[in-house]
């Protein structure tokens, strides 16, 4: 086992051959790697060893060298459900370090586990900066989300039985009724955007079309591909997973939140069905305009790769919920 | 906005849910966790039914217009008091030249005659133009029992008006349908009047052996451009729950003990303790309901399709 964390030599090699083959680091250059080894900090956790509570304020993001680690929630009447397993090369944590919250679940190592901890001064650095890395990394962690989440939803869809979900037609974004830009300084409100620069915000806001949808519209059909990307401005629009007359809403997209960006990140069919619960005011972002502003390094794909991420961190919490409801019936 | 918490089970201790924990009822009303634009200092007041007591199917009231935090009398009762079904709240209002405290204001209302108690967090956006619409759909004898100003004494009067008896003891279903029908209700009246902004309506009813608990809100996502309530620092008005054999203190922290069946219930516009690992939110668009039976208690969490 290697060593880190102000060893020379050998150990910090080893450990950057370990970095390397990690799924969030993929693609970011050798020595970027080498400069993240030297703040990386070993630990080794006991069986049964609990790393952090559900609740508790977060320090730093994990990756798993060897080993393994539960993750679970706390239920009530003295019970507990496990929601995941995360094993070598895996990353643990990195939701509060994005949004700012707590630890959404505690963590468990469950047979002796070594870790490498980056403290969240040391993944701000890595990430906040306008350097290609910086991009990069986060275009990687919005693919390890879209990962973890489609993974939570597949595990609620189980829960729920029967079969493939049903073909439903959707309202394509040429159907939509297009109209006007909302008040500027309403959307600045939004806790989304309120710490961006106002160039970046405008650059963003005006990267798509708005459009106004009555309630009870399909816009993203689960099984199929998003057509766009939609950001909610006003009105709020359910994500469901629905199996035959059984349906279970994973997350409320309201003012400030965006849904059917998972497929045009992995390329998969979306893993939800959303459609308008309110008559609603969308920001519609086609897969040109997402592309452009998902793959771009401008000040204005700095802001969008922020809003998309901090909507995954939040789309993961979100499908939390239902789990913990459904796991407190049994 | 307010604060407010409902519980139907085993006998819980008052003062350790008004006072004790981290997050109590009390500690809501100047500190609240879920709130960011004020505060919850317009008045306190609290149904608690006590099966022990003299008229047990009368519940202890209390209400007054002072701060709970400050209310040694509240403290000093809340110490002897361990019901088995409460509601209790603090009243939050805007800064308001407008607003008028007073204990006619205060919920939980409860007419007398009705068995049926209600508590109110939220506010219908632009109740003055609603309020003579709404008077067709309340029964005369109701409608002379509304003694304050507030919107939510107005409510309770509908919600009573949907009942079979105002003044019988509806059966569980009956008491959520009529919440329902009274949602429908305000729905078309806001319609007549082009009312279309966010208007929250989380309510918690009971009538001592049952409780209702809606979260539910009118034109989620849309706020007039002067927006005094800043909703938008709301993702939509909070509403959680825990689950369990009894709510207790044990090794420092405060939370529904393990049983094989449900027998108690706390709902609360937010957790009652900083840690909120042991508590689930009520899904937006939905309602509680539970009832004690026999073998414990029986509830459930229904999708409101108003």
Redesign the interface.
Known sequence: MFDVGGVEGNGRTDAVAFLATVPLLDGVPPATLEALARVLRRRDVAAGEVIW???DEAEAMLLVVDGRVSVS???????AVEVSAVGPGEVLGEVPLLDGGRHSA?ARASEPTSLLSLSRADFAALVSGRHPTAFALKRRIAGVACVRLRHQLAGLAASLGGSEAAEVAIAAPADLEFCGAP?SA?VR???TFRAFDSLALWGFLTAGRFARCPAGRTLVAEGSRAPACYL?I???VEKVIVRGGRRI?VG?A???QAFGYESLIDGEPSPVTAAT????LLLVLPQEAFERLFNGETNISHVFLDVINRDLMAALRQAL??H??LA?LH | MCRVLAYLGDPISLEHVLFETDSSLVRQSYSPRMMAAFLNLAGFGMVAWDPRSVHADDPFTYRVTTLPAFDRNLHALASKLAPTCLVAHVRGITYSHREMIAEANLHPFRFGGASVALAHNGHLREFARMRYDLISHVRPELAQKIEGTTDSEWIYALVLSQLADPFGVPEPDELAGAAVSTLRLLREVRGRHGIDTSSPVNLCLTTGHALVATRFSF?????P?EDELLE??L??VSLW?????EYVERDGES?????DT?RSLLVASEPLT????????V???SMITAVRTAAGLDFE?LDLDV
């Open positions: 509570h559900e609740g929630l706390r239920l009530p009447g003295d019970r505690t008040n309403y409100r939004f806790a909610t006003n009105g709020a809403r409320l309201g003012p400030g619960r309110e008559r609603t919920r239902p913990a409801r407190s | 034109d989620y996502g849309w706020y451009d938008t620092d993702p939509y729950y825990t689950v369990g054999g939370a529904m003990t393990a049983s449900p900083v840690d909120t690992s042991t508590w689930l939110e899904p937006e668009y969490t």
